[in-house]
């Protein structure tokens, strides 16, 4: 019985500092994360450039978005409703442009941790002026950051139509609740896109 109690206590304590850490577990992934150009730019382009990456990876196959400040490369998925991303990428809003379009492409995606899925629990670090991109059907699109802002939840003019091309990213914060949206606007570097 000593023994069985011994273990228990053990069990107990493991996951008492499991429940503890956990919350930290996220920051320490940013600080300790491969900050190579190579790893946040990975795809050979203007982005790649910019960031002094020497890749000559060729673009995904699939639709993605690579955010270098924050280590961030996950694809874009596209469907009628945000179920899509339970398990991790992010979301092309369907009511929104695509980034060949002269208007808002709007990207959503999820704030909480957990799974090893990667989403934008680290968007509050973008800053304005970093640069990001969108491969879009074997394109590449740069954009730089001009905007950051927290919205309520009814601000829904920040998928409105724009006459310019312009990227709409956005989540839930605080962390861990819904209460608003954190905005991150950018806009492209180039008129088009390079082709790659």
């Not at 900050?35 to 639709?63: D, Q, V």
């Not at 927290?150 to 829904?156: E, F, G, I, N």
Request: aromatic share 10%; glycine share 6%.
């Amino acid at each position: 019985m000593k023994k069985f109690n011994n273990f228990l206590s053990l069990v107990v304590i493991v996951l008492g500092l499991y429940i503890a850490v956990t919350p930290f577990l996220p920051q320490l992934e940013f600080w300790f994360r491969d900050t190579k150009p190579e790893h946040t730019a990975p795809y050979g382009g203007n982005l790649a450039k910019s960031s002094g990456s020497s890749t000559t990876n060729p673009p995904p196959k699939e639709n993605r978005i690579v955010i270098p400040s924050i280590s961030l490369n996950e694809p874009i998925l596209e469907s009628s409703n945000i179920n899509v991303i339970t398990n991790g990428g992010t979301w092309r809003r369907p009511s929104s442009a695509t980034p060949k379009d002269n208007n808002n492409t709007v990207i959503v995606g999820h704030r909480y941790y957990g799974n090893n899925i990667s989403t934008f629990y680290n968007l509050d670090k973008v800053k304005v002026g970093q640069l990001l991109a969108v491969y879009w059907e074997g394109q590449e699109f740069l954009y730089e950051v001009t905007e950051t802002k927290v919205v309520t939840p009814s601000t829904v003019d920040i998928e409105a139509p724009t006459s310019e091309r312009q990227l709409t990213l956005y989540t839930c914060t605080p962390i861990w609740t819904a209460r608003n949206r954190l905005v991150v606007i950018a806009k492209p570097v180039q008129p088009g896109a390079e082709e790659l």
